[in-house]
C-alpha cells in the first residue's frame, strides 16, 4: 500500500469580495480534488492544537503524523535541519527574514520576494559586519534565511513578520528575556544594508529594497522519532522550502531539491510531481508540499491565490492521482492544506480546513462535490494532530 499526502500550503480562506464573496478554493477551477472528495471520504479538520500558532511549523507537524503540543521547539531549529546546519545542544536557530520596513510599518516580509542572487550578498554583509564567533548568519531561500547563535536568547516573544503586514512594528518587537539581543542586531542590521549596492541596484530597478533583518521562531534543536520507528515505512518529502523539508530529515525521510522549485507560483511542479512518483516506485510514502497558496494569501491577491490552487489541481493533484490509477498498485491518498491564509488579514489563521482521502485504484471518477471551508455545515470532524497517526498506520 502507498501512501501519499498533497498539501496546499495556506489554500483556506475567507470569502473575498473580489469573488463574489465565495473563497479562492470556491472560485477556483478543482475538478481533481473535487472527484478525489465525491470518491472518498470527506472531512473538516483542526490542523493547529489549542495555543499553538497556526504556523506551517506546527500544522506540517501534525500532517505527518507528529503532535506538535509534544514535539515543537520553534520554526527556525526545524529549518536548520532542513538546510543542513547541525545544531550543538546550547545553539539557539533564529528564523532571519529579509524585510522592508517604512515609517516604522511592516511593508513587505519579503522584500518583494527577493531572488536568491540578490539575498546572498546581504547575508555575507551582515555575517562580515555582525557575525562573530559563536553567531552566524546562514543564506537561505529568497527572504528566508537562519542566524545561528551559541547560548543565544530562545525565550523571547517573537512574532512572525507575514502576521503583521501593514501593521506599525512597535507592539510586535521581541519582548521578553533576551529580547534586547535580537532587537540590537535587527537595529544594527539597517545601517549595513541601506546603502548595499544590492539595494542600491534594487531601488534603480524600480524593486523593492531590503531595510533590515528580523528575527523570529527562535529555538533549540528539535528532535523526531522516525517514520521507520512510527509508521514502519520509508518516503520521501518534497518542498521547495526548509522548514518542510526539515521536517522530513528530522523524521529520516527522503528529502531531494527539485531543480526549479521556488516557493512561488511559478515553481517546477512537473518536477515536483516526477520526483514523488519515482520515489513511490520503491518507497512507501511521499509527501508533496506546495508553497504557492500560502505566499498568495500572504501578498493579499486574491486572484492569484485562485490561479495556484487551479495549479496545484491540475499539475499535481491530477497528476499524481492519474499516476498511481495507470499503476493498478494499492494506494492512499490524502489532499488537504496546513492552515488558512485569508487574504483579507494576509496572515494565518486557526480555522478549520477540509480534507479528502481517497483509496484507490477507484477507475473513473466524474461526480465532484464541494471542497472547500464550508463542507459538512462548518462541523469539524477531526484533529489532524490526532487522526493522521491512526490513519497513516492504516488504523481508519
Keep these: 500500500m502507498k501512501t501519499i499526502v498533497l498539501v496546499g500550503d495556506g489554500m483556506g480562506d475567507r470569502p473575498c469580495p473580489i469573488l463574489e464573496n465565495r473563497t479562492p478554493l470556491q472560485a477556483a477551477h478543482i475538478p481533481n480534488m473535487r472527484r478525489i472528495a465525491a470518491a472518498g471520504r470527506l472531512y473538516l479538520a ?3 492544537p489549542e495555543g499553538l500558532p497556526p504556523g506551517s511549523d506546527v500544522a506540517n507537524l501534525g500532517l505527518l503524523g507528529y503532535d506538535a503540543r509534544e514535539f515543537y521547539s520553534g520554526r527556525a531549529p526545524i529549518e536548520a535541519a532542513g538546510a543542513g546546519i547541525p545544531l550543538a545542544p546550547d545553539d539557539v536557530a533564529i528564523r532571519c527574514n529579509l524585510v522592508h520596513i517604512a515609517d516604522d510599518t511592516m511593508v513587505d516580509y519579503s522584500s518583494g520576494h527577493i531572488s536568491n542572487e540578490d539575498a546572498l550578498p546581504l547575508i555575507q554583509a551582515l555575517q562580515e559586519a555582525l557575525g562573530e564567533e559563536g553567531l552566524t548568519f546562514y543564506p537561505g531561500v ?6 545561528i547563535w551559541n547560548q543565544g536568547p530562545a525565550e523571547p516573544v517573537t512574532q512572525p513578520p507575514h502576521d503583521i503586514l501593514e501593521q506599525n512594528i512597535a507592539p510586535y518587537l521581541p519582548q521578553g528575556n533576551g529580547a534586547e539581543k535580537l532587537q540590537r542586531l535587527m537595529d544594527a542590521s539597517k545601517a549595513v544594508l541601506a546603502d548595499h549596492p544590492v539595494n542600491l541596484a534594487r531601488k534603480a530597478r524600480g524593486e523593492v529594497p531590503v531595510t533590515q533583518i528580523w528575527l523570529w521562531g527562535q529555538g533549540p534543536a528539535l528532535k523526531l522519532p522516525t517514520y521507520a520507528d512510527l509508521y514502519g515505512m520509508t518516503g520521501t518529502v518534497i518542498t521547495a522550502v526548509d522548514l518542510v523539508r526539515g521536517l522530513g530529515v528530522l523524521a529520516g525521510l527522503d528529502t531531494p531539491k ?32 506546495i508553497e504557492a497558496p500560502d505566499e498568495c494569501g500572504h501578498v493579499g491577491d486574491a486572484k492569484l491565490k ?9 499539475k499535481v493533484v491530477g497528476p499524481v492521482w492519474q499516476a498511481m490509477e495507470a499503476r493498478g498498485e494499492p494506494f492512499r491518498l490524502l489532499v488537504t492544506m496546513d492552515h ?24 473513473p471518477v466524474t461526480d465532484e462535490v464541494n471542497f472547500d471551508e464550508f463542507v459538512r455545515g462548518g462541523q469539524v470532524d477531526l484533529r489532524t494532530f490526532e487522526w493522521i497517526p491512526a490513519w497513516l498506520r492504516g488504523e481508519i
Excluded at 529568497?142 to 542566524?147: A, F, M
Excluded at 488558512?340 to 477507475?363: K, Q
Design 142 to 147: 529568497q527572504y528566508r534565511h537562519l542566524l
Design 46 to 48: 483542526d490542523t493547529v
Design 340 to 363: 488558512r491564509t485569508p487574504v483579507e488579514i494576509r496572515g494565518h489563521s486557526a480555522e478549520p480546513v477540509p480534507l479528502a482521502t481517497l483509496e484507490g485504484p477507484v477507475g
Design 306 to 314: 485562485t490561479e495556484a490552487i487551479e495549479a496545484f489541481d491540475a
Design 258 to 289: 527539485v531543480p526549479g522549485a521556488t516557493g512561488w507560483i511559478d515553481t517546477n511542479y512537473e518536477g515536483k510531481v516526477a520526483y514523488a512518483l519515482e520515489a513511490l516506485k520503491t518507497q512507501d510514502f511521499a509527501y508533496v508540499h
